[in-house]
């Protein structure tokens, strides 16, 4: 069983510019949500995808953005980084139903760095 | 507002001892709680969770506590080894606008001496 992957694993960007993160989820999970990780801080919930659309957001601006793919695999877009974007961004895959229903899996992250 | 509150940023406990940590939330609507553990540069690692219908679930060395009352969770190691060492993550999750989202606390950092 494959887990969740992230790539890439560090970024440096400049602000202004847009960055794309990718996720593909642990085999089997057809759920994907994004969180940002600030230093000292725990994960907070950018978004979630199931089956393709966005299936709830939390507090982030319209230039987060994502997509999720037919083999559920995610993207994580934002576009005119600013210096408060550079984050650990985590995503978590799961199942949308059974026992593992409220479980979510963590790849391993994507550091971003904003100059 | 921080629904989720672990208040103890660290915690350090000698190895073969029983090591506490504690969570304490805020919203009636979270129904399922969650542990994490993170090591530097990797991501979560899921570790036990506990349904809102219980007050207790024991996995191994594990075990976790549900208060529903004061609204305050608790997990339990014991006896602590040295690779429990990480920092640790209380999360609680609720079904908001059709998304299962996941609201962490801040964390604590476990260190286990020798």
């Known amino acids: 069983e494959t887990g969740v992957t992230q790539s890439p694993t560090h970024l440096i960007k400049t602000r202004g510019q847009q960055v794309t993160l990718r996720c593909s989820s642990q085999?089997?999970?057809?759920?994907v949500s994004w969180y940002q990780q600030a230093l000292g801080q725990g994960p907070q919930f950018i978004f979630q995808?199931?089956?393709?659309?966005?299936?709830g957001r939390g507090n982030f601006p319209p230039r987060f953005s994502g997509l999720q793919f037919p083999n559920y695999s995610s993207e994580l877009n934002v576009n005119a980084l600013e210096l408060d974007d550079s984050a650990l961004y985590l995503c978590?895959?799961?199942?949308?139903?059974?026992?593992?229903?409220?479980?979510?899996?963590f790849g391993p992250g994507t550091r971003l760095t904003v100059l | 507002d921080q629904q989720v509150k672990q208040n103890s940023p660290s915690l350090s406990v000698q190895e073969g001892r029983i090591s506490i940590l504690n969570c304490d939330y805020t919203n009636s609507m979270f129904d399922y709680f969650l542990w994490y553990k993170k090591y530097p540069a990797e991501g979560p690692t899921f570790l036990i969770s506990i349904s809102s219908i219980k007050d207790k679930n024991e996995d191994g060395r594990f075990t976790v506590f549900l208060n529903k009352s004061a609204k305050h969770l608790s997990l339990h190691i014991v006896p602590s080894q040295p690779g429990d060492s990480a920092v640790y993550f209380c999360?609680?999750?609720?079904?908001?606008?059709?998304?299962?989202?996941?609201?962490f606390g801040q964390g604590t950092r476990l260190t286990i001496n020798p």
């Open positions: 085999s089997g999970h057809n759920t």
């Open positions: 978590a895959s799961s199942p949308s139903s059974g026992i593992s229903y409220n479980e979510q899996f």
């Open positions: 999360a609680a999750s609720a079904i908001i606008q059709g998304a299962q989202k996941l609201v």
């Open positions: 995808y199931y089956r393709e659309e966005e299936n």
